[in-house]
């Protein structure tokens, strides 16, 4: 049998037999720290399978139960990234970096479920009530009965819990709760496990709803919410850049609807309000066509979303020039290069290379390639792409161009904001977009040659 591991990464959880300066599970650096074992009292234990215990019933998969009821809170980016409402009983885990936005946003939350009628505990482990209530009363939400506690006992939080039987709690944050049963510090990897361990099971247990805060952290000295991720039902992300006002919630993990979804907000004096329309918001900031810049027709869950995507291409004077790639995936920016220069001879050897997704918004989605294949091209010719103009498409290594998934809505979603052209792989299902013109293109080097008149 393996020992009890007494070290565990605070990025990824992962156990570890010693001290090393490198997770090899998530390849952090200085995350790994010394736990105490969970239990070290009594003699070892028998395997359980040399004991008998009690059958459980078994059942098949037939069932009568309709879907879970769901509570909207009537802040709809909110319920969209939940997939539809709060489903009772859930567990719910919002990671973010501190200070993006968490705190913001659950109580502005708590306070709009409170007032659909649900009972809701908020319970903050980092501010004084004091502190919550001036929030609150800045966010103008005085009035919503929303229930308070500054607390981070996690023994008479439960008590508590049990007492009221709220329909949603909320904790800030989780690294700050404090299990008396552990002995470890608040925040080490084995109390912030144990809190959301208990709560989640409170949470199956009495129903209510539970929604943990998790600050992302940078140094290794406290857990990160990975460590809970595989706890709970639903992990939500909350992300922006800094400079920026815009937020996005984006679900990574919803076992009670689509991942992937995302949810826009704006960061403003008053609090976040949420933006409805998250195309007209990213494009807001364009200024007329430029060499370099590029409108993307993109997919963020279930609904299309318009950002540009901007490159800039100049001469370097390092031996190896710089690639630096700013909401996007810089594996696959070294991809479209090498298939640039492999399939269509244009060589980016000796150019530093930019690539930003305006807005701070980050891109995923392999449909991607082909704006940045011509945003790239775009600055490298110094010629600007036609105005009103939207492309997607998949890049293949061959050069050739492979339809992407609903390309009807993306090109509804181009026609609602005034765009005129797309351009798009062929064999991709047109329609539904009368008012615009699409261009069809097979592979890489008929879009250069039509585009930029180059072969
Ligand atoms: P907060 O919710 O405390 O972040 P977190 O809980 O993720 O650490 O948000 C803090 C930031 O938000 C802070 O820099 C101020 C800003 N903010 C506003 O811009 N407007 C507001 O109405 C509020 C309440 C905060
Ligand atoms: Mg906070």
Redesign the pocket.
Known sequence: MAKNASFSCTACGAAHKKWAGRCDACGAWNTIVEEAPLSTAGPARRTLGGTRGTAVPLTDLRTEEAPPPRSTSGMSELDRVLGGGLVPASAILVG??????????L?QAAASFARTGLGCIYVSG?EASAQVRM?AQ??GLTDAPVKLAAETNLRDILTTLDAERPDLAII??IQTMWADNVESAPGSVAQVRSAAHELTSFAKKRGTSIIL?G?VTKDGQIAGPRVIEHMVDTVLY?EGERGHQFRILRAVKNRFGPADEIGVFE??????AEVVNPSALFLSERDTPAPGSVVFSGIEGTRPVLVELQALVAPSSLSQPRRTVVGWDSGRLSMILAVLEARCGISFGGLDVYLNVAGGMRVSEPAADLAVAAALLSAREDIALPADTVVFGELSLSGALRPVGQTENRLKEAEKLGFTNAIAPTRSKIGGADGLRVQQMPDLTSFVGDIFGAG
Not at 96 to 105: C, E, H, N, Q, V
Not at 267 to 272: H, K, Q, V, Y
């Open positions: 973010g970096d501190p200070g993006i936005g968490k705190s913001t946003l109580l980092e929030r800045r966010l800030d944050s805060v600050h909350f960061m403003t004096g008053a609090g976040l």
